[in-house]
């Protein structure tokens, strides 16, 4: 049995993409177990198992859903992580079996986000029995230095750990290619994995914080100097400057815009 574990935080609007996406590229039996919250936990009833906690953090909500489905999977059962915001766009049951018989995890690995290394739940696969053996945890904690000068820790840096201290080799599924210009958000993996981002919080992200800003600020020889300035500033400050000179909110005009046209573009394709 495939079982599915997923989080949708407030809004509804991905729950019948995800859902047909799902049905239309996965050909075994599978079953989705889902965190829901706001109006998607009007849409309980069309999962194999909801829970409507007051939960805020992501990881927490994955590593409860992995509990749920351990008590009734067995080991080798399979168990794929994915964002609310994230579906496959191609058929995947043999990729699937094909990576676990070489690798015992396979996950989105957003090195594009300032050099991430981790594994990311945008979408992830293994068995039951492997996410048990490593006591897998999607918590941040672990740190990894970036491309933007910095260490940091995200969701997912204490499945990194686990894997990084017993030695075992996963596969990275990169970004192959994308629905827009934008290097971080509305990307494909490995040629089957759609990961909106953001798609359930405001469109701003590390990568929109480190990025050039000719084009973004209208005036270039001011956008050219910022450019480099601010790699030198520590993250705090480099947010402030965004904030004092409103970068901030052009930059969540511009995603905002995008979003909602690859939005419609998907909805309207299923």
């Known amino acids: 049995m495939l079982y599915i574990a997923t989080v949708h935080w407030q809004s509804d609007k991905w729950v019948d993409i995800q859902l047909r996406y799902l049905q239309k590229n996965i050909k075994q039996p599978f079953k989705v177990f889902a965190f829901l919250s706001g109006d998607a936990c009007k849409h309980y009833h069309r999962y194999d198992f909801a829970c409507c906690e007051p939960i805020t953090e992501h990881a927490i909500k994955l590593n409860l859903l992995a509990k749920f489905i351990s008590l009734q999977a067995s080991d080798d059962d399979v168990i794929i992580f994915i964002d609310g915001d994230a579906f496959p766009i191609k058929p995947i049951d043999e990729f699937i079996t094909e990576s676990l018989s070489k690798y015992p995890l396979a996950a989105v690995k957003r090195v594009e986000n300032i050099g991430d290394i981790q594994p990311h739940p945008s979408f992830c696969v293994?068995?039951?029995?492997?996410?048990?053996?490593?006591?897998?945890?999607?918590?941040?904690?672990?740190?990894?230095?970036?491309?933007?000068?910095?260490?940091?820790?995200?969701?997912?840096?204490?499945?990194?750990?686990?894997?990084?201290?017993?030695?075992?080799?996963?596969?990275?599924?990169?970004?192959?290619?994308?629905?827009?210009?934008?290097?971080?958000?509305?990307?494909?993996?490995?040629?089957?994995?759609?990961?909106?981002?953001?798609?359930?919080?405001?469109?701003?992200?590390?990568?929109?914080?480190?990025?050039?800003?000719?084009?973004?600020?209208?005036f270039k020889p001011l956008?050219?100097?910022?450019?480099?300035?601010?790699?030198?500033?520590?993250?705090?400050?480099?947010?402030?400057?965004?904030?004092?000179?409103?970068?901030?909110?052009?930059l969540w005009e511009i995603n905002q815009k995008e979003s909602e046209r690859i939005y419609k573009k998907l909805f309207d394709g299923i």
């Open 126 to 218: 293994t068995t039951i029995g492997f996410w048990k053996s490593i006591k897998g945890d999607w918590k941040e904690g672990y740190q990894w230095g970036t491309t933007a000068g910095y260490s940091r820790t995200d969701v997912g840096g204490n499945l990194l750990k686990a894997l990084n201290d017993k030695n075992v080799e996963w596969l990275p599924l990169l970004r192959t290619s994308q629905l827009s210009d934008h290097g971080l958000m509305f990307g494909i993996y490995a040629d089957l994995i759609y990961h909106h981002g953001s798609g359930f919080r405001n469109p701003l992200s590390m990568y929109d914080r480190t990025k050039s800003l000719v084009g973004i600020v209208k």
């Open 223 to 250: 956008a050219l100097l910022l450019d480099r300035i601010l790699p030198h500033l520590s993250v705090k400050n480099r947010f402030r400057v965004h904030r004092l000179l409103r970068i901030s909110n052009k």
